[in-house]
């Protein structure tokens, strides 16, 4: 199973992240969505909502989980590991 990873930043678009949190959660089932940093994860926290809310309104039920992941991101010209928060959102129609 491919999974989606969601990978948001600070200046995301909440609106654009829920709507690809929504799109994958019901076409696959589960998505990650990683952040790293605090505006980062109020942005995906606020997504994670409205994506949420959605789902129940068209009968899904879900699981939601957040725990940490390392992730390697560029810094400069090299690669570096940083810690994410990183939450799944599995979904399956009623």
Not at 8 to 26: R, T, Y
Request: include cysteine; glycine fraction near 4%.
């Amino acid at each position: 199973m491919n999974i989606q990873v969601l990978k948001v930043a600070g200046n995301s678009s909440v609106n654009s992240v829920s709507d690809k949190i929504i799109q994958h959660a019901v076409n696959d089932g589960i998505v990650h969505v990683d952040c790293i940093g605090v505006k980062a994860t109020y942005t995906a926290v606020r997504a994670i909502i409205l994506a949420t809310e959605y789902l129940v309104k068209e009968g899904y039920k879900f699981n939601l989980r957040p725990y940490y992941t390392e992730v390697d991101v560029q810094d400069n010209d090299k690669m570096v590991q940083k810690t994410a928060i990183r939450w799944t959102i599995v979904a399956k129609k009623k």
